[in-house]
């Protein structure tokens, strides 16, 4: 088992043993794999709040996403929502130009969980949403570009890796093929591109220092709040302000 799993016999006998908290979740997957055993996760973090870290590091990929394709001339639609002939669905960032007849289909992934089905979905999409286009806009014999934008941090890589022969398929292209597409797109591109965790962490950091009013401005704003509060006093409960 422990060859079919790319791991030692000593960390199967320690899964065997009821030991998983010893081993990583690399090694407990490569074993699952072997045995064909799909084992899912359900995180928790800080009282549940998982699902609204992943949300705001899905945005922040997002807003570098479209600031990089703006900066080289595309024309943007986030959650571009679409229903063709009764197939609905949505992509994260729908980009086009209009002068190379171009459209570019973006999803943007913070972790790589289901690989089949992301593979599904978004090939559900990229054949959906220039046929769409078509009719909406009347745009026709477009160049489809596909491209998979994954957080590059060590567990997506990992998965890549992992599955390099699938993915050397369904996304050939890399860094350099796309910032060429973007540039000049002619031809196909189907590609994945890796935003470093730094620029997610940037991004984040920047919308929240942004956030805060500078200490000049807040200091106003108390005084403000003073001025008017000893004037008229606090609105009452159950009054609209």
Known sequence: MGALAHVSQRTVSELELGRADRLSLRAIDRIASALEIDIRLDPWW?????????????????????????????????????????????????????????????????????????????????????????????????????LLVVIGRAANRDVVEDHAAIFDVAFPERAVEVRRWLREPAGRLAAIWFVPPSSVAAGKHARRASSRPRTGQAAAVRARIGASSGRAGLPSRGRSC
């Open 46 to 146: 800080r009282g549940g709040e998982l699902d609204r870290l992943l949300d705001r590091e899905h945005a922040t990929v997002v807003n570098v996403v479209v600031k990089r394709l703006r900066s080289t001339g595309w024309q943007i639609r986030v959650e571009y929502g679409f229903n063709h002939f009764g197939e609905r669905g949505s992509v994260d960032v729908l980009a086009w130009r209009a002068n190379a007849r171009a459209v570019l289909v973006v999803e943007v992934k913070t972790r790589i969980a289901d690989i089949q089905a992301m593979l599904a979905t978004f090939d559900r999409k990229a054949r959906i949403v220039p046929s769409d286009l078509a009719e909406r806009e009347g745009w026709s014999d477009v160049v489809v570009g596909r």
